[in-house]
């Protein structure tokens, strides 16, 4: 595998950063070409990383975010105030050619 940049929403889905932090350091440790920006609240993402190996973390940046879209939200409001969301920071990631793809568990609508 060539170099691999991607950018995670890290704070959403069901569970957040709980689920989405855990399983980014895991795909960095199996796939060692990998390099992930984790979107979010760094006050909220950089203890879940305190135990992390130091060569994974080499290969991430926490990228901040100051909202998330919540799950509920209707896709027009969601679009219409995702300015600074984590999903749609993750998206300005690709946009700005930072990373080859995001990953988001958030809003579907959105």
């Known amino acids: 595998m060539t170099r691999l940049t991607l950018a995670i929403d890290a704070m959403g889905g069901d569970f957040g ?3 989405t932090v855990p399983a980014a350091l895991q795909a960095l440790a199996s796939h060692s070409q990998l390099f992930l920006l984790l979107v979010g609240n760094p006050d909220i993402l950089t203890p879940l990383l305190a135990k ?3 060569s994974l973390l080499g290969r991430l940046q ?3 975010a100051e909202s998330v879209i ?3 939200a209707r896709p027009a409001q ?3 105030n995702s300015r600074g969301s984590s999903m749609r920071v993750a998206l300005e990631m ?4 930072r990373a080859q793809a995001c990953v988001s568990a ?3 609508g959105a």
């Open 94 to 97: 690709v946009k700005e050619g």
């Open 70 to 72: 919540a799950s509920d």
């Open 106 to 108: 958030g809003n579907t």
């Open 62 to 64: 926490v990228i901040p």
């Open 17 to 19: 950063p709980c689920v």
């Open 78 to 80: 969601a679009i219409r």
């Open 52 to 54: 992390a190996d130091s």
